[in-house]
């Protein structure tokens, strides 16, 4: 957990800056996710939408990670399909636009996360179970039927290391039966130019110790890059995968701060 010198000092300032934010932000952004929320529009966005995103771009800077967003995400009905480094990626992603996450039913249980990821519609299944999968499927389904984002972690959980890891191709069902486009999303951290192995869970650490670890470790910067959306057509889901995972991966292996070209300057 102790990471540096300045950990206490980080736990201070960030924790109390944090439980603020807990204790009173998450009252205004839970309320507006209602149909009144949803309804008043300032701009382009609805009251619901903007209080979103700002609590979840501050909660990611209370854990010492500062969103660089690149591209835009597409319109829905969109499957948004991301790599998966740790539990703050719902969060960055929810800093920039609306979309159901399809989570494991463990975040359910996680304080105060749990509470903005009800409140965004995040579809919860159980790892293992048939049925589950199958409800967490339709609820997606809807959805998507509805105009929405639907938003999966394909590598099939968090895993260490720096690299992005296999696509699984179950869940790009939704696409096939959906016929929706497909935006691959790229999210990787660095810091001084360098990727961090440790923004993932370390071997033996629960929820609770990789809260506190974040808290007390330096800045990093947390870049999101959403990718060109393509039309599924007629490919098989493993055809999906395999294009989703190589835009990623492209723009992953790309360096530091510099996504490819096409995508222009970061947005934050």
Same mark, same amino acid.
């Given at each position: ?9 980080r736990?201070?300032? /960030?924790g &109390?800056?944090?439980?603020? @934010?807990?204790? %009173? ?5 839970? $309320? *507006?996710? !209602? ?35 690149y ?17 703050a ?20 249980r ?16 159980? /790892?293992? &179970?048939?049925?589950?999968? @199958?409800?967490? %499927? ?5 959805? $998507? *039927?509805? !105009? ?16 992005v ?20 999303v ?64 492209e ?6 701060? *510099? ?10």
């Amino acid at each position: 957990m102790w990471t540096d010198a300045l950990s206490p000092l980080r736990w201070l300032l /960030r924790g &109390s800056g944090f439980l603020l @934010h807990a204790t %009173l932000g998450v009252i205004p952004a839970v $309320l *507006a996710q !209602g149909r009144m929320g949803q309804a008043i529009r300032i701009g382009d966005r609805s009251l619901a939408l903007i209080l979103m995103n700002w609590w979840s771009g501050w909660t990611c800077r209370f854990f010492g990670l500062k969103p660089t967003i690149y591209g835009k995400p597409a319109d829905g009905p969109v499957l948004i399909v991301a790599n998966h480094l740790s539990w703050a990626d719902i969060q960055a992603l929810h800093s920039v636009a609306a979309m159901s996450f399809i989570a494991k039913a463990e975040i359910s249980r996680w304080p105060v996360m749990r509470t903005l990821a009800n409140a965004g519609g995040t579809i919860y299944h159980q /790892r293992g &179970s048939h049925d589950s999968q @199958h409800g967490a %499927l339709a609820q997606a389904m809807q959805r $998507l *039927a509805d !105009g929405g984002r639907v938003a999966i972690f394909p590598e099939g959980g968090i895993f260490g290391g720096t690299d992005v890891k296999r696509f699984h191709a179950r869940m790009f069902k939704l696409a096939q039966d959906s016929g929706c486009a497909v935006q691959p999303v790229m999210i990787r951290n660095d810091r001084d130019g360098a990727r961090n192995p440790e923004i993932t869970f370390l071997p033996g650490e629960n929820f609770l110790m990789n809260l506190i670890r974040f808290m007390g470790r330096p800045s990093s910067r947390a870049e999101v890059a959403f990718l060109e959306p393509f039309e599924p057509g007629d490919l098989p889901r493993k055809a999906l995968a395999n294009r989703a995972e190589t835009a990623v991966r492209e723009a992953y292996d790309s360096p530091a701060g *510099a996504p490819p070209a096409w995508l222009g300057e970061a947005l934050t």
